[in-house]
């Protein structure tokens, strides 16, 4: 057999394993994110629209290196006014890729930036109004050294330097998803928003970098924001708002990953290497005529 039909042979090898490899069954290993506790630096409102309240997001990033399935979510925030879990209700997770995708390119120039952004439009989303439900754990007063609620401007008036200390009941919202996020290896955001009657729900900072939960990871995006006026813009709140840091959010994620069944990828190679290794035969040679 000449180098061609080498060359020939093994990409027909290649494209029939990568085939069959696809439709392998596949196991599930169990997934865990989390960027650990509050810091107390910092409160970011996000809610959804409701009655005389713009739609605020708050996002922060996480990375998935294979196809992940989410099945559930917590997040820690401060209930501020007087507020307590039962004026919590509407409650939305979002999530996003990294801009530019799913996105207008280029930009407005609303903003300074938007490398490293969200998205200009949720991946996926649920809601307690469907497969969505959730639970309140409250955990007691706590405070946060600044805050942003009102002050998400585009340019030029973008650094207000947040809006100041907050305080009130620290409480962590658990939420479950009965369609799970089904998400392809990539970089995502992760977007909580809580509706609340008679306050206002502040998504609170963890360190950055992260010093509990599972750790440090790289890149790790800093945690943005933007308003309904403001999109499909966002501020990074720390550098763009605040002036100076970058912050982190409280959060984390449960779910599994997708792993190939190691008895399948051993079937697959004990059917397909027989036919690998067979070669053709050469027919006989002639004996020239005399």
């Known amino acids: 057999m000449n180098i ?3 060359i020939r042979r093994g ?8 085939t ?3 439709a392998l069954p596949a196991s599930a290993a169990p ?4 960027t650990g506790g509050p810091d107390g630096l910092i409160g970011t409102a996000t809610r959804p629209g409701s009655a005389g309240k713009v739609e605020i997001e708050t996002a922060d990033d996480f990375i998935l290196g294979s196809h992940t399935s989410i099945t559930s979510a917590s997040f820690t925030g401060l209930l501020t006014g007087g507020a307590t879990a039962a004026n919590i209700g509407q409650v939305v997770a979002e999530i996003y890729r990294v801009f ?6 280029p930009p407005s120039g609303r903003v300074p930036t938007r490398i490293n952004s969200p998205s200009d439009a949720a991946f996926d989303s649920r809601d307690s109004g469907g497969s969505l439900t959730f639970s309140i754990t409250t955990l007691g007063a706590f405070s946060a050294a ?4 009102n002050g998400i401007n585009p340019l030029p008036g973008q650094t207000t330097g947040g809006e100041g200390p907050i305080s009130g009941t620290e409480v962590t919202i658990t939420v479950n998803f009965g369609t799970p996020f089904d998400l392809p290896a990539d970089h995502y955001f992760f977007v909580p928003q809580v509706e609340v009657s008679g306050g206002e729900f502040y998504w609170l900072s963890a360190a950055k970098p992260i010093a509990g939960g599972t750790g440090p990871f790289v890149p790790d995006l ?3 924001i933007r308003n309904e006026p403001l999109a499909p813009d966002w501020l990074r709140i720390g550098t763009d708002i605040v002036g100076a840091g970058a912050f982190n959010a409280s959060f984390s994620l449960v779910g599994a990953t997708a792993v190939p069944e190691p008895g399948s990828v051993v079937l697959l190679l004990a059917g397909v290497l027989p036919f690998a290794l067979t070669r053709r035969r050469r027919a006989p040679a002639v004996a020239p005529q005399a």
Not at 11 to 18: E, K, R
Not at 100 to 105: A, E
């Open 4 to 6: 061609h039909s080498r």
């Open 11 to 18: 990409c027909m090898l290649g494209a029939v394993l990568a």
């Open 20 to 22: 069959m490899a696809a």
């Open 31 to 34: 997934f865990f994110f989390s």
């Open 100 to 105: 530019p995708k799913d996105s207008t390119n």
């Open 146 to 149: 600044n805050s942003v609620l």
């Open 222 to 224: 800093q945690s943005w």
